[in-house]
């Protein structure tokens, strides 16, 4: 399992959209021509959750990938705040390519999963 993404999560992550990585953009297969691709992830009590991953046109100077679809839905089921955090995982398998997601908030210390 290859982890794409750990973030700890902004305001903007939780109000509007999550900004990801560029240099996890590899783990997608975007087409030519087009500014976005959608994928399933997996959350730790088995919930597909159907995110859009886009980013923005060669001339656009906001070039930062972004992940939108179920994303504000997924922040809103687990209660997510500024200050938790996101994982994002890829698995390469004999049925394909899978996805997971999950979050965890610091609590007296530690970090603990938020179902």
């Known amino acids: 399992m290859e982890v794409l993404m750990e973030k700890i999560l902004s305001r ?10 560029t240099p996890s953009l590899w783990a997608f297969s975007i087409p030519e021509g087009e500014t976005a691709v959608y994928f399933e992830a997996t959350d730790t009590i088995e919930k597909k959750w159907n995110f859009r991953l886009s980013i923005r046109g060669e001339n656009d100077p ?29 698995e390469e398998g004999a049925t394909g390519v899978r996805y997971s997601v999950r979050a965890e908030r610091k609590i007296f210390g530690f970090w603990v999963n938020v179902q």
């Open 12 to 21: 903007t992550d939780i109000e509007c959209r999550l900004a990801f990585p």
């Open 62 to 90: 906001y070039t930062k990938p972004v992940i939108t679809g179920d994303w504000l839905q997924f922040v809103r089921d687990k209660g997510l705040r500024v200050g938790d955090k996101i994982f994002l995982w890829r």
